[in-house]
């Protein structure tokens, strides 16, 4: 690896970070006798790792100065959460036994695969923090956005719990049954991730509309 330049070592550390979210989302599906979700897992986390140290030796350049730092983040958010929420739909049926969480041990595995993604996230996003130290996060152009963003979230959310209340309130006894308490907890919760993913797809969006606006116009002046 130290071969390579600290931004081709980046992009090497994404390919393996990318084996390990395959490994991780359709490893159990592959019957070869190997715990492939498991190692896809420790690939996925050794890989971030070796992004961090890539990170901070990547020197800036023009067109990373021109991308805000909300938006390095918003767009990071979409990925993780978007992993978070496709593992959680790929793993909805281990909720389903009536069974109490700590007492299911598949609900554990899922819940420590899903936990891993999530750590992974909130390390990267600590890291991009760290590499724009010194520069202005935010201002109220960011605030603006943060604001209509997170308007965009709660309206998703609200939508998803009101959908799984008309679900639950119209399906007959039998359909109840089917339902255990961990099942209607992971709904919840996939509500509240379908909220912050789209808060993040809206942030993200709302950025990339501002920063083609300015190009357009620095092309106009020319």
């Not at 600290?6 to 490893?27: D, E, K, M, S």
């Not at 969480?101 to 923090?129: C, D, M, S």
């Not at 996060?137 to 604001?147: A, C, K, V």
């Not at 007959?172 to 808060?199: C, H, K, N, V």
């Amino acid at each position: 690896m130290k071969a390579l330049s600290p931004r081709n070592q980046l992009i090497a550390c994404l390919l393996l970070a990318g084996v390990g979210l395959a490994l991780f989302f359709g490893g159990e599906y592959r019957d070869l006798g190997l715990p492939l979700g498991w190692i896809g897992s420790v690939l996925f986390v050794v890989a971030v790792w070796f992004c961090v140290d890539a990170v901070h030796r990547i020197p800036h350049s023009e067109d990373e100065a021109a991308v805000a730092h909300g938006e390095w983040q918003a767009w990071i958010g979409v990925a993780f959460v978007g992993a978070v929420i496709i593992a959680s739909l790929q793993r909805a049926d281990v909720f389903l036994p009536q069974l109490p969480i700590g007492q299911n041990p598949e609900a554990g595995v899922a819940g420590r695969g899903i936990g891993t993604l999530f750590v992974a996230w909130l390390v990267l996003a600590q890291v991009l923090k760290q590499r724009w130290a010194g520069k202005v996060l935010e201002d109220e152009r960011d605030m603006q956005i943060e604001l209509i963003a997170s308007q965009w979230g709660r309206g998703a959310t609200t939508v998803c719990i009101i959908a799984i209340a008309v679900l639950l309130g119209f399906s007959d006894t039998g359909r109840l049954r089917e339902f255990s308490y961990p099942f209607i907890a992971q709904m919840l919760m996939l509500a509240l991730l379908w909220g912050l993913w789209f808060d993040q797809l809206v942030a993200a969006i709302l950025y990339w509309r501002d920063r083609r606006a300015v190009r357009q116009l620095e092309g106009g002046a020319q």
